[in-house]
C-alpha cells in the first residue's frame, strides 16, 4: 500500500479510538487526502536519465530532478493550491482573510513554483499577493509534493546509495527535515523536506553546513531513546530523528515528521532553528 493511504487509514483509526484529532493533524489529514487525488491523477510520464547521466550527476553532486523536466498538470496544480489555501485558511487560528480571496493565475504559480523550487525567495509575490511568504512557501510546497513523489519514487531505483554523501536531495536538492537510524547498524538515513527521498548520510556531520567538528555537534534524547534532536552549534540548527532500533511498530516517516512537532518547539526554544 502506499504510504500516503497508511498514513491517512491511522489517522482514521486514531479518529475512531479518539473521537477527534487534534488541529494541526486534522490540518495535515486534510492536505494529505489532497495530495492523494493530485497524486493519483498526476501525469504518468516519468523522467528518465541514462546511467551516464546519473553517474555523471552522482560524481558532481548535482540532483537529478531538473526542473524544465518536472511533467506538471497545472491545472490540477492550480486546483490543489487553491484547495491548500482554503484549508489553511479554515485551520489557521486568526482565519487569515487574505487567503479566501486568494486567486491563483497559472502564469503567476509558474513563476513561483520555479523559485520555490530553485531556492529563491518568494517575497515579491507574496509581497504582492498580501500574504506571509512563510505561508505562500507552505502552499507552493503542498501543490508540488505530489508531482515531486511520483518522480522520486521512480528515480530512487536507480541511486547509487554509495556514490552520495551530500546535505541536499540526491533527487530534487531539497533540504532533509527528518533523519532515522536503521534498525541494522544505526546507519543514519536522511528525508527530503519535498520529495521524501531517503538518502545515507554520515552520523557525526551536520548536513546543512558540512560541520564534523564533533565538539560543534550533539544531539538531545528522550527517556526511551527513540527520538533524538540533532543540533549543529555552527550553524545553530536541529535536525529530527527517531531510532528504528527503538521503534516497537511500523514507522511512516512522513507522519514522524508531523507527530515530532513539539521537537521542532523544543529545537526552537534551545536557540536552534529547523529548514
Known amino acids: 500500500m502506499d ?3 497508511k498514513i491517512l487509514n491511522k489517522l482514521e483509526e486514531w479518529q475512531k479510538e479518539e473521537g477527534t484529532l487534534p488541529q494541526y ?3 495535515y489529514r ?15 510520464t516519468k523522467v528518465a536519465l541514462t546511467k551516464t547521466e546519473i553517474e555523471n550527476a552522482m560524481k558532481n553532486g548535482i540532483s537529478m530532478l531538473k526542473w524544465d523536466a518536472i511533467p506538471i498538470d497545472w491545472a490540477a496544480f492550480q486546483k490543489l493550491a487553491q484547495a491548500a489555501a482554503a484549508i489553511i485558511n479554515e485551520h489557521s487560528g486568526a482565519a487569515d482573510k487574505s487567503l479566501k480571496k486568494i486567486v491563483f493565475d497559472i502564469p503567476v504559480l509558474q513563476q513561483m513554483a520555479k523559485a520555490w523550487y530553485e531556492g529563491s525567495s518568494l517575497s515579491p509575490w507574496s509581497e504582492n499577493l498580501g500574504l506571509d511568504e512563510v505561508l505562500l512557501s507552505a502552499i507552493i510546497d503542498c501543490a508540488m509534493k505530489p508531482f515531486l513523489v511520483a518522480q522520486a519514487k521512480n528515480l530512487m531505483k536507480a541511486l547509487p546509495q554509495d556514490s552520495w554523501r551530500h546535505g541536499y536531495c540526491p533527487v530534487c536538492g531539497g533540504k532533509p527535515d527528518f533523519a532515522y537510524l536503521d534498525k541494522g547498524q544505526g ?4 528525508l527530503c523536506s519535498r520529495c521524501d527521498t531517503e538518502w545515507l548520510f554520515q552520523r557525526l556531520e551536520c548536513p546543512y553546513c558540512g560541520n564534523n ?6 544531539y538531545y534524547t528522550d527517556d526511551k531513546e527513540l ?6 552549534q555552527r550553524c545553530s540548527t536541529y535536525l529530527k530523528a527517531i531510532d528504528l532500533r527503538h521503534a516497537e511498530s511500523e514507522t511512516l516517516l512522513p507522519l514522524e515528521r508531523v507527530l ?3 521537537m521542532d518547539r523544543q529545537g526552537q526554544e534551545k536557540g536552534y532553528k529547523g529548514v
Open 213 to 218: 567538528q564533533q565538539d560543534d555537534l550533539a
Open 227 to 232: 527520538y533524538r534532536l540533532y543540533v549543529c
Open 260 to 262: 515530532t512537532a513539539d
Open 3 to 5: 504510504i500516503s493511504k
Open 30 to 44: 486534510q492536505l494529505l487526502l489532497i495530495q492523494i487525488d493530485a497524486h493519483e491523477n498526476a501525469p504518468s
Open 25 to 27: 493533524l486534522e490540518l
Open 187 to 190: 546507519a543514519r538515513w536522511l
